[in-house]
């Protein structure tokens, strides 16, 4: 086969990169925010390595971009208690602003937030090696949700803003916080993912204790101020540490109200055994995918390889909403095969930062060696490395192999390969295909590829039960983020969109009395003289 990179020329040199990019000094990040102030961590800290290395005169040398605190329990804990402090069994200053004020302070962070976005944009670039397009759109998506989250918020409170008479009781409904929530994002998107959960907490109410990503963690070091000059003392409350001793603290605390975690099921599962009271806490979760993409015999191929290319390999696969297993019907495997493969070798890997490049170094430490073991297996098994260069490694990058024939003894099959191995499954009899869908653990969402409506409407009713969400001829994927995202089985808990998360982060109590004059006009009087902040016809524009 031939090299599709020379693995010599895949790492720069220093002097190579361009000034813009070139990455700073390596920060020793002590700051940690508790109680709306920065403390200062005299303990031990975790080295920061980029994914990136430097071509060297004797070799190369991964990139160290700094240090964080390595918290422990009991610094943790003090974040907790100030955020259990500055909820107040929910008598605090917090829940208890008008929602046009909380949204004056969001919008005061969000202004500061945009001021830190070169800094963002090019600690995700050597954090996580994604690359400078992508870099830039997470961030700007993450400034626009937050935006679309203000509106969905105001249009919520006008609609909430009206009393309802209802068999002679006149009532008022609206949205109230929970309480204290924990929130955790995962490192493939840890400033976009985190901030969907992180963002609707804070605006409905809920004080914050917040963890980043493991890979991912110094870029929120640019926004630390921000947060803690955009809210009051301990309404955001931002840790470090390995999760085991950190957040496990936090879950046995039973403090937490409410957990919004990114990551993997077993997780997910392991910290909430540990919260004492686990009727009281609500959770959002979004969790491991084993997506498929199925496409039938009458196909556009052309849509199909443009679209699982994408799907599959965009940021090296690296997504929960990517491809992970294609199902190929027979008359179409062979040319699938070699149009997948052609487009492939069109990909072009190397730095984050230089123009064009889809393929770029993986940031999870042993990832490489896991990808190599698991396409071992296949090969062991009966599966061939379809595209010239498959499989192909050097250090933190792996070039990605697209296997065929995959069956169910090999562990690409069932197991979330999380990175750029491209599983294809051909089949004869789509209720193999039916069958795999229905018997997985897993079920965010699937994409049928494919031109015959009788066949593709049997498919969507075969599937509509089994994930969150079915897509026709287009890869799987979040949004637009006004859509629900969600998943069944092992894959999610709660939805999660612009809408549904101001939901999942609040709760609906109603204020109501008997409809009659004197009682219209008490709550007329508490009206007119603005004497409750929940009780109000204001109205927002």
Same mark, same amino acid.
């Given at each position: ?31 940690? &925010? ?21 071509? %060297?005169?004797?070799?190369? +040398? ?18 907790? /208690? ?7 069994? $929910? ?42 397009? /992508? ?46 929530? #924990?929130?955790?994002?995962?490192? !493939? ?77 077993? $997780? ?5 055994? #540990? ?6 806490? +609500? ?29 599959? &390999? ?8 990517? &491809? ?22 069109? &990909? ?30 296949? *090969?062991?098994?009966?599966?061939? *490395?379809? !595209?010239? $260069? ?28 999380? $990175? ?10 789509? %209720? ?40 026709? !001829? ?7 983020? @006004? ?23 609040? *709760? ?7 409809? @009659?004059?004197?009682?219209?006009? #008490? ?19």
């Amino acid at each position: 086969m031939s090299r599709p990179f020379d693995p010599a020329a895949l790492f720069p040199r220093l002097h190579d990169i361009p000034e813009a990019y070139r990455p700073d000094a390596p920060v020793e990040q002590r700051e940690y &925010l508790v109680g709306g102030e920065l403390r200062h961590w005299q303990g031990p800290l975790a080295q920061v390595r980029s994914p990136i290395y430097l071509a %060297e005169d004797d070799g190369e +040398r991964q990139v160290v971009l700094g240090s964080t605190p390595l918290l422990d329990a009991d610094a943790a804990l003090a974040a907790l /208690d100030a955020a259990v402090a500055a909820y107040d069994h $929910g008598q605090g200053q917090w829940p208890n602003l008008r929602v046009a004020e909380r949204i004056a302070h969001v919008e005061a962070f969000l202004a500061r937030m945009r001021e830190q976005r070169a800094a963002v944009v090019k600690l995700l670039m050597w954090e996580i090696g994604k690359n400078l397009k /992508d870099s830039e759109k997470e961030f700007d998506r993450t400034c626009d949700y937050i935006v679309d989250t203000i509106g969905a918020l105001k249009e919520l409170d006008r609609r909430s803003s009206r009393f309802e008479l209802e068999q002679g009781t006149l009532g008022q409904i609206r949205r109230v916080p929970l309480g204290v929530a #924990l929130c955790m994002g995962p490192y !493939n998107y840890p400033l976009n993912e985190t901030f969907t959960t992180l963002i609707p907490a804070l605006i409905m109410g809920n004080t914050v204790v917040f963890k980043p990503a493991k890979f991912g963690v110094l870029l929120m070091r640019p926004l630390l101020e921000a947060f803690r000059d955009s809210f009051p003392p301990g309404v955001i409350n931002i840790i470090y540490g390995r999760g085991r001793e950190t957040v496990s603290a936090l879950m046995e605390s039973g403090k937490v109200d409410v957990f919004a975690f990114i990551g993997t099921h077993k $997780g997910a599962s392991d910290l909430k055994k #540990l919260h004492p009271k686990p009727h009281r806490l +609500r959770a959002a979760l979004g969790l491991d995918a084993k997506n498929p993409g199925i496409v039938l015999p009458e196909v556009d191929l052309d849509n199909v390889v443009s679209e699982a290319l994408t799907g599959a &390999l965009s940021f090296n696969g690296q997504r929960c909403t990517a &491809l992970k297993i294609l199902f190929i019907h027979e008359d179409v495997l062979q040319p699938f095969l070699e149009k997948f493969s052609a487009g492939l070798a069109k &990909l072009k890997p190397g730095m984050p930062w230089e123009a064009g490049v889809a393929l770029t170094p993986l940031p999870e430490p042993g990832k490489v060696e896991y990808l190599k073991a698991v396409m071992a297996d296949a *090969i062991d098994k009966g599966a061939r *490395i379809i !595209n010239p $260069g498959g499989g192909e490694h050097c250090a933190s990058f792996f070039y990605p192999a697209l296997l065929c024939p995959v069956t169910p003894q090999m562990r690409l099959y069932g197991e979330e390969q999380f $990175g750029p191995l491209v599983p294809v499954v051909p089949y004869r009899d789509v %209720e193999q295909v039916i069958d795999y869908v229905l018997q997985s653990d897993f079920g965010q969402q699937l994409s049928l590829f494919g031109n015959d409506a009788q066949q593709i409407g049997r498919l969507v009713d075969a599937f509509a039960n089994q994930v969150g969400r079915i897509n026709i !001829n287009a890869q799987c994927q979040r949004g637009p983020d @006004t859509f629900p995202f969600n998943g069944r089985k092992d894959s999610a808990e709660g939805t999660l969109s612009v809408h549904d998360a101001l939901r999942t982060f609040s *709760i609906r109590t109603l204020v109501a009395t008997r409809f @009659t004059d004197d009682n219209k006009a #008490l709550v007329s009087e508490v009206i007119r003289q603005r004497s409750s902040n929940f009780l109000t016809t204001d109205y927002i524009f």
